[in-house]
């Protein structure tokens, strides 16, 4: 007997084109979404070269634009990009690898932006241009919930009236009645020039507003900047890792993952412990064999190819990491970065003495395996190092110290490294804060800063509940400004 079967057409409703807008993404991010398609649109040289191409982004409170110079679309190949999903190097014959992978990623992103769009696009030797309006709240008027036609018209290109100006060919993206009327064209250049810093550093050019976009530049270290080019299996991890001048309790450290160039994982921090010790680690590396996710905001982190990279990666880096550790330990000693970095060249077995933070990295065959890092030295209980010295915890004695560093949050008054091997516990006091500024009496602000900072410690590292780890505080905080009047009244 055979099967009952009914079908029905699973065509999408047309609602879809307006809720792919939800997409999370914020108005830079859509920009830089759409900046991915003018990459993908290079005018090719050869088989194997592509031309650079310079992309103009304008964005006002009534419009965000952006126009390149790359191939153009004809009309069939315009109204194709314009269906969710589509196949692209299937209508162009294109075989480089491209950044679009899904087909949604330039609807997405006009959606995002706002509800209404005009692509304008012109190929090479063609006297016309193509045209396709999209009116959301028009769209959405449609009897017809299924009806996904849309008219592509071809105009006589006239520079005058173009959005495309005197381009001979290109691609305009125009969309109006903005979601968001308020944007920031900093946030835009900042991101964008984070997002395609390889694109950037090669030739391409992107202006925002009439002001040409920079690559994303590093404070580093001088001759901390050591080339990576690790193998694993058949595929090869590329790029650098190096230290930054100054840690960061903004989150702005760890590694910058690229895939074809864009970036796909903004200060990733799988491969190093997300601590202030560990936050001078910076670096950048290409990662074109793990695919990235919808979003193109982060890789597909559940493959076997993910899981070989974390493993190696994180072996590679234990020097980087152990050389941040060293200097966030000491701070007044001056020898304490010549230190770290020879130990980072050593370790890595390196010849990269003094080499500039932004000069380009010779490629060598492999990195070698990088020594396993060796338990940190104690910092010695020395007045002139900041100690406070020691405190008793149940059964463990740990080292108390303070040091003054430059944080870049204002509002954070303090912030503190606790080393586990050496059981040092040490008081970051922040310069920029007001307690900082407005106080005469530093050793005060290092005893209350430690007071503070004691009770998350004992309820992290020794399960104290709150009201415990508060008493024991209180207890500590009594003798230790007991014992400081004490001194006072003797030496006056």
């Not at 592509?50 to 964005?59: L, Y």
């Not at 396709?132 to 009236?161: C, H, P, Q, Y």
């Not at 338990?375 to 108390?400: F, M, R, T, V």
Request: charged share 25%.
């Amino acid at each position: 007997m055979g099967k009952d079967i009914e079908f029905f057409d699973a065509t999408p409703d047309r609602r879809l084109l307006v809720d792919i807008g939800a997409a999370n993404y914020t108005v830079p991010q859509a920009i830089a979404e759409l900046v991915a398609n003018c990459m993908d649109a290079k005018v090719p040289i050869d088989e194997f070269q592509v031309a650079p191409i310079e992309i103009e982004i304008a964005v006002t409170d009534e419009s965000v634009s952006i126009i390149d110079n790359g191939q153009g679309m004809e009309r069939r190949v315009l109204g194709e990009a314009m269906r969710l999903s589509a196949l692209m190097d299937a209508v162009t014959g294109n075989t480089r690898t491209r950044k679009g992978m899904y087909g949604l990623g330039m609807k997405a992103a006009c959606a995002s932006l706002g509800l209404l769009w005009e692509i304008t696009s012109r190929p090479a030797n063609d006297e016309n241009e193509y045209i396709v309006e999209v009116d959301l709240e028009v769209w959405l008027k449609n009897a017809d919930r299924t009806d996904w036609k849309m008219g592509v018209e071809k105009r006589k290109f006239d520079s005058k009236i173009s959005p495309l100006g005197s381009r001979a060919h290109g691609t305009a993206i125009v969309v109006k009645r903005l979601r968001e009327s308020f944007t920031i064209p900093t946030a835009v250049t900042e991101l964008i020039g984070m997002a395609y810093k390889p694109h950037l550093e090669s030739g391409d050019k992107i202006l925002v507003n009439d002001f040409e976009v920079q690559p994303k530049r590093y404070d580093l270290i001088e001759g901390s900047k050591i080339p990576i080019n690790l193998k694993i299996g058949s595929d090869v991890v590329t790029g650098w890792v190096g230290l930054d001048k100054k840690t960061h309790n903004d989150g702005n450290y760890g590694i910058n993952i690229y895939r074809e160039k864009q970036l796909v994982d903004a200060w990733n921090k799988d491969f190093i412990r997300a601590h202030l010790m560990n936050s001078r680690v910076v670096g950048e590396i290409e990662l074109p064999f793990v695919n990235a996710n919808f979003h193109k905001n982060g890789l597909n982190k559940g493959t076997a190819e993910w899981k070989n990279v974390k493993e190696a990666m994180k072996e590679l880096l234990k020097p980087a990491v152990k050389a941040s550790g060293d200097m966030a330990k000491n701070k007044k000693d001056p020898t304490r970065s010549a230190k770290a970095i020879t130990g980072l060249q050593q370790a890595y077995g390196a010849i990269v003495t003094c080499l500039p933070p932004d000069a380009p990295i010779v490629d060598v065959n492999s990195v070698p395996t990088p020594h396993t890092a060796s338990k940190p030295a104690a910092i010695p209980n020395l007045l002139a190092h900041g100690s406070l010295g020691d405190i008793q915890i149940e059964n463990s004695i740990y080292s108390l110290s303070n040091r003054l560093e430059d944080l870049e949050d204002e509002r954070l008054p303090w912030d503190y490294i606790f080393d586990e091997p050496t059981r040092d516990l040490q008081i970051i006091i922040n310069t920029q804060s007001r307690v900082y500024q407005y106080s005469t009496d530093q050793l005060l602000v290092s005893t209350l800063a430690l007071s503070e900072v004691l009770i998350g410690f004992m309820m992290k590292y020794h399960g104290y509940s709150y009201e415990k780890a508060k008493e024991n505080r209180d207890n500590w905080l009594h003798s230790s400004l007991a014992s400081r009047v004490q001194v006072g009244a003797k030496n006056g």
